[in-house]
């Protein structure tokens, strides 16, 4: 299993409830592939650094994560189809 951390900007105009719900659905794909989610920090709406679409503000998350490589794909490619997502970034940490 590797090590990887998950930076999440999501949609400011979704409620808690569908945060939640796009939050559920990175956890299904992870235990898909035999992943944990270690810890997870949710950093509330703040102020982008530059403009995205329309958007000013978004909710930003991070998470640690143990997955192998397979699963690492999987959840790139949901996390890229997934409308509320404004943008990602997962990273593999050398450890």
Not at 49 to 65: D, N, S
Request: aromatic content about 6%.
């Amino acid at each position: 299993m590797r090590h990887y951390e998950l930076a999440l900007v999501l949609n400011p105009e979704v409620d808690d409830d569908r945060v939640g719900s796009v939050m559920d659905r990175i956890k299904r794909v992870i235990g898909d592939f035999q992943g944990e989610v270690v810890s997870e920090d949710s950093w509330g709406r703040r102020k982008l650094a530059y403009k995205i679409g329309q958007h000013v503000e978004g909710h930003y998350h991070l998470a640690h994560l143990h997955m192998d490589g397979e699963g690492a794909k999987s959840l790139d490619n949901a996390l890229k189809l997934t409308d509320d997502v404004l943008r990602h970034m997962l990273i593999r940490e050398d450890g």
